[in-house]
């Protein structure tokens, strides 16, 4: 056997998106969803679309190709929760499926940046208090605390706008454009 082939789940998540290009240009990367999505074949042009209705169908195209190591890559909770509902798992789908616990840290980012704060991997949090007394020049970057991409995020250039933060937002410095 060859190189494995990466299977990635289609969708909005800017995820698949990056992740398909970190790997398809070194594995053959396939990417499955039920129906084809606006823009697919501009986003991921080398791979190998497949059109399947759920993880049933999809163990049953990797059964069908035993030649293959196929190795999945879930993203998302849901993803895992569907390969948790089979009863039966071909020997040539290999996958990796991340404590329950760390999925709640990813959906929470005040605990997510905490985790990556002190070695300077994320940008700093701040709380309102602090940006009172010194606020950055270059602004902060407001969200909600609990979410994903960047749903409900806001930016702020200026101290005298810190009133229109809620309750429980994530204050972080801006970085970049």
Excluded: C
């Excluded at 289609?10 to 995820?15: E, L, M, N, V």
């Excluded at 998106?17 to 594995?27: A, E, K, T, V």
């Amino acid at each position: 056997m060859g190189l494995p082939t990466i299977i990635l789940q289609a969708g909005t998540d800017r995820r698949v998106f990056d992740l398909y290009n970190q790997l398809s240009s070194q594995y053959p990367t396939i990417i499955w969803s039920g129906t084809a999505m606006l823009g697919e074949a501009f986003l991921y042009p080398n791979a190998i679309r497949l059109r399947l209705q759920g993880m049933k169908d999809l163990l049953e195209y990797v059964e069908s190709r035993k030649d293959i190591n196929f190795v999945w890559l879930p993203l998302v909770e849901e993803e895992a929760d569907w390969l948790l509902e089979q009863k039966a798992i071909p020997s040539n789908f290999l996958f990796h499926l991340p404590d329950h616990n760390n999925y709640n840290t990813a959906r929470d980012k005040r605990s997510f940046t905490q985790r990556f704060m002190r070695d300077r991997l994320t940008p700093r949090l701040y709380t309102a208090d602090e940006l009172l007394v010194d606020f950055p020049a270059a602004g902060v970057v407001v969200k909600p605390a609990i979410g994903k991409g960047a749903i409900g995020r806001r930016f702020i250039n200026k101290a005298s706008d810190l009133n229109n933060i809620q309750s429980g937002d994530l204050i972080q410095e801006r970085i970049g454009e």
